[in-house]
C-alpha cells in the first residue's frame, strides 16, 4: 500500500503561524471565569476498517461547554461532527453495472475530564472521555451501461438510508492561547475508539453490510470565550 500524504501539514502550519502572533505580554485574568464555550472546525480521519475501506479524510466540526471543577481541571461536555465518503462500484454483466455512492454522517455527544498546565498566556491540556456515535448512512443508487472511457452513470435511482448509535473512548491533546482573559484561541487533536457498527444498503437483490470500527483522529482549530 502506498503511504498517503499528510494533508494535514497546512493546517497545523497555519495553527502555529496564528499561535505565534499572539502578543506575549497578554496575561490570562481568566481564574475568576469557571465556565467556558468554545467551537471548532477541522479534518476528520479514520485509522483502522473506515480507512481500509476506502473512506477519505473530511470536514470536522466541534461545540464544547465546560466547567473548572478547580483552577486547571475541568469537565467537558461536547457535541462532535463528522463525515466522509466512498464510492463503490458493482458490475454485473457485459458493461452494465451499479455505483453506490455512500456518505457517513457521524455526531457525537461527549463528556471529557481534562487537566491543564498553564504557561503564561498559553494552556497545555489533555484529557480523556468517553463518547455515543450517532451514525446515519446515506447511499445514492445510480446504474446504467457503463462506459470505460466516460465513466457515464446516468441513471439515478432511489436513495437508501441507514443508521446506528455505537459506544466510544477517546483521548485528546491541545494548546490554546489567551487573547484577552475571555477570549482563546488554539488547536486540539482527538483520538477516538469505538464499537463496531453495522449498516447496510439494500437495492433490488443486492446487498451491502458495512461494518466496523470508526476507530480515527480530528484536528481542529479552537475559539472560545470564558463566562
Known sequence: ??????????????????????????RAESGMYRNYAKGGIGINDFTDDMDDT???????????????????????????????DHDDVHRRTGEDGDRWENTIFVTSLSATLKGEIPMGPVRLYGGVGVASYFIFLHTDHRD???????????????????????????ALAGISCEITSRFFMGIEGCYRWTDDMKLWNRYDNQT????????????????????
Do not use: C
Not at 494535514?8 to 499572539?22: G, K, Q, R
Not at 451501461?145 to 466510544?168: A, K, M, P, Q, Y
Not at 451491502?208 to 463566562?227: A, W
Open 54 to 84: 476506502g473512506y477519505d479524510e473530511n470536514f470536522s466540526g466541534s461545540l464544547a461547554y465546560g466547567r473548572y471543577l478547580a483552577d486547571y481541571l475541568a469537565v467537558e461536555g461536547g457535541i462532535n461532527f463528522f463525515q466522509s
Open 144 to 170: 446504467s451501461h457503463w462506459d470505460h472511457d466516460d465513466d457515464d452513470w446516468d441513471r439515478h435511482h432511489d436513495d437508501e438510508e441507514d443508521e446506528d448509535v455505537v459506544f466510544g473512548v477517546h
Open 1 to 26: 500500500m502506498k503511504p498517503r500524504p499528510i494533508k494535514s501539514i497546512p493546517f497545523l502550519l497555519i495553527a502555529a503561524i496564528l499561535l505565534s502572533i499572539i502578543p506575549a505580554n497578554v
Open 208 to 227: 451491502e453490510k458495512i461494518e466496523g470500527d470508526l476507530d480515527g483522529y480530528m484536528v481542529n482549530l479552537t475559539f472560545g470565550f470564558r463566562f
